[in-house]
C-alpha cells in the first residue's frame, strides 16, 4: 500500500468500507490474575482459543464483506496450509495485507522501515517504560517486523518480557475516531493505555497512506495547568476514548462521559467541532461511571436508520418507572446513576436541549437527523427481562457493529438478545454457517439484508468489548 487512503465516515451503519484492527496477540496470553484489572481486563484470556476459534471468523467476516478477492475461494487452501495461522498474523510473510481490513501492527512496521523514526519511537517507548539504555539498544538491533510486534506485545526477540503488553490494542475504536473526513485522536484514561496512544499517533502522523490527512488529524490539548491537578480532581483533566464517540451524521456527533472519557474533554470536543465547521451539532450524554458501562458503546449501538439496540435502564420506562413491576421498582435506577443528555447547537450553544432518556434521543436521531418517517424500533438488552439484560450487556450485547445498514455482528452467548432481534424481524445466523454460504456462492454479501451475524464469544467477551470496539472505520458509504 503506497497510496493515500480515502478517509471519511458519516454515519454509524453506512456501507462499511475500510476499518482498522489488530489481530489478538501474544500479550493477551501474559495478562496475569493479579494485573488483569490494571490493564482494564476483567479475567484472564485463553489466546489460542481467541484466535483459532474466535478472531479468526471476525477477520474471515470482515475479508469477504470488504476485500473478498483476498479470501474467497481461497479459505481451503488457507486453512490447509501447513502454516494456516500466518494468514492471520501480522509478522508472517503470508500475512493477508489486506487495504481494507488494516492491520495496525503491519502500519507500525511499515513506518519503523525509517531508521530515524525507528530510533525516535524506540527512545519514546523505553522512556514510557523506563527501559535501561542497553534495552534500548537492543530494540534498535531488531527488524521492523520484530520491533513491532514487541512494540505491542512487550515480548523481545528471546521471548523474554521487557515491558507490559497493551492487551487493549485489539480495541481499535478507543485509539481515535474518524469524524466525516478527520481523525480524532484519544487521550487515554488508563496508564495501561499510554504505549498505545503514542504508537497510533506516529502511526497516523506518520504513515504514508494519512499523508493527505495530516492537516485533519485532531489531538486535544489538556486543560491549563491540569498536572497540578490533584488525582480527585480527575474529571477536569481531559481523557478521551473512541468508545465514546459516535457519528451520527454529517451534522451530528455524539460524546459520551464516562469512566474514561471526562466533561473536559466532551466540552472541549463540542467547542473544536464547532470552531472547525466539521459538525453543526453535538450531543453530549453522561452515563455513570460503572465498570458496567465504561463507554456509550457499551449502552446502545445503530443497527439501522430507524433500528438501535441499547440497555433497557436508560428507557422511558425505566426513567418514569410507570407500571413498574415490584422487582423493577426495588433494582430502581438510583439517582446518581440517571443518564443526562444535552444537546448542542452550533448557531445557539447557550440554548441546549434536553433529552429525558436515552430511548427519547435515538428516535430523535433517527427522525430528526435520518429523515425516517414510519415507527423507530428500539431492541433492547436481554429483550429487556431480569436480569438477562444486565448479565447480556456485560457480555457487549449492546456493541455491536454494523458491516452496512441492518447487519451486525454480535456475539452469540447473547441468547435473550438474539431472541428480540428475531422478533423485530431480523434473520439470525452463525459466522460458520454464513461462511461456508459465501464461500460455496449460496449466498451473496449484496443479498444478505437485516441480518445478526452471531460470532463465538467464550474468550473474547471476557476481554469486556465487543466488535465496536475492535473496529476503527476509516471509510464508509454515505447514508
Known sequence: MNSTLQVSVTSEVGTLKRLLVHSPDSGLGKVVPSKAQDWLFEDIVHLETIRKCEYDYYTKILLYFLDADKIKGKLPAIDAAENKRAFYKPENDGFHKSDKVIELQWLLADILEDANLKAELVASVCAIEGCTYLTKDELCSYSSKELAKTFVSGTSVKKELLFAPIPNFIFTRDIGITINNYVLLNKPAKKARTREALLAKYI????????????????????????????????????????????????????????????????????????????????????????????????????????????????????????????????????????????????????????????????????????????????????????????????????????????????????????????????????????????????????????LILMPSAELSRARGGFHCMSMPLLRDEL
Open 204 to 451: 497516523f502522523f506518520k504513515h504514508p497512506l494519512f499523508a493527505d490527512y495530516k492537516n485533519n488529524i485532531i489531538e486535544l490539548s489538556d486543560s491549563q495547568h491540569s498536572f497540578l491537578l490533584p488525582k480527585e480532581e480527575d474529571e477536569k483533566k481531559v481523557t478521551l476514548e473512541g468508545g465514546d464517540i459516535m457519528v451520527i451524521s454529517k451534522k451530528h456527533l455524539l460524546v459520551g462521559v464516562s469512566e474514561r472519557t471526562t466533561l473536559e474533554a466532551a466540552v472541549k470536543i463540542t467547542n473544536t467541532m464547532f470552531d472547525m465547521n466539521i459538525v453543526e451539532k453535538v450531543t453530549i450524554i453522561k452515563i455513570p461511571k460503572k465498570r458496567d458501562y465504561m463507554h456509550i458503546d457499551t449502552v446502545f449501538t445503530q443497527v439501522k436508520r430507524d433500528v438501535w439496540v441499547m440497555l433497557g435502564n436508560f428507557s422511558r420506562k425505566a426513567i418514569k418507572q410507570e407500571d413498574a413491576s415490584d422487582i423493577e421498582r426495588l433494582l430502581e435506577v438510583k439517582k446518581e446513576e440517571k443518564i443526562k443528555i444535552m444537546q448542542f447547537h452550533k448557531n445557539a450553544p447557550d440554548a441546549p436541549v434536553h433529552f429525558e432518556s436515552l430511548e427519547d434521543l435515538l428516535i430523535d436521531i433517527s427522525k430528526t437527523d435520518l429523515n425516517c418517517s414510519g415507527e423507530v424500533k428500539i431492541i433492547f438488552s436481554g429483550n429487556n427481562e431480569f436480569p438477562y439484560s444486565a448479565r447480556e450487556q456485560w457480555t457487549d450485547s449492546c456493541n455491536l457493529l454494523a458491516l452496512k445498514e441492518g447487519v451486525v455482528l454480535g456475539y452469540d452467548r447473547n441468547d435473550k438478545t438474539t431472541e428480540a432481534f428475531a422478533q423485530n424481524g431480523f434473520n439470525v445466523i452463525h459466522v460458520k454457517e454464513l461462511i461456508a454460504q459465501l464461500e460455496s456462492g449460496s449466498t451473496q454479501v449484496e443479498a444478505i439484508t437485516d441480518t
